[in-house]
């Protein structure tokens, strides 16, 4: 199993910022995926999840109506598209595959594997 994230980088407030999250040596299409992130000094706190065929999704109260997520199994890849971006968006994001599906899959248990993070630092 690996997970890639990309699209990382250096934002202002207000800006936006897509990540992707390239997956492999598995059925992406067989597994809900989610997004993490942890800001310096921190916990991992959940950003984001999907269901397999993206009919259902989770997000944090702190990103409703600013972040999406989605999915692409064709291209067994992972996003998350990002407005509005804030300071207090700026974090190390992890993709991670999801073992289950359950109601709001936001603890770091329900994941078995993660990638190795992309940079995202929002500041003017």
């Known amino acids: 199993v690996q997970l890639v994230e990309s699209g990382g980088g250096l934002a202002q407030p207000g800006g936006s910022l897509r990540l992707s999250c390239a997956a492999s040596?598995?059925?992406?299409?067989?597994?809900?995926m989610g997004w993490f992130r942890q800001a310096p000094g921190k916990e991992r706190e959940f950003v984001a999840a999907i269901n397999r065929r993206s009919s259902s999704t989770y997000s944090a109260d702190s990103v409703k109506g600013r972040f999406t997520i989605s999915r692409d199994n064709a291209k067994n890849t992972l996003y998350l598209q990002m407005n509005s971006l804030k300071p207090e968006d700026t974090a190390l994001y992890y993709c991670?595959?999801?073992?289950?599906?359950?109601?709001?899959?936001?603890?770091?248990?329900?994941?078995?594997?993660w990638g190795q993070g992309t940079q995202v630092t929002v500041s003017s």
């Open positions: 040596g598995f059925t992406f299409s067989s597994y809900a």
């Open positions: 991670g595959r999801a073992i289950n599906w359950v109601p709001m899959m936001s603890t770091l248990r329900e994941y078995d594997y």
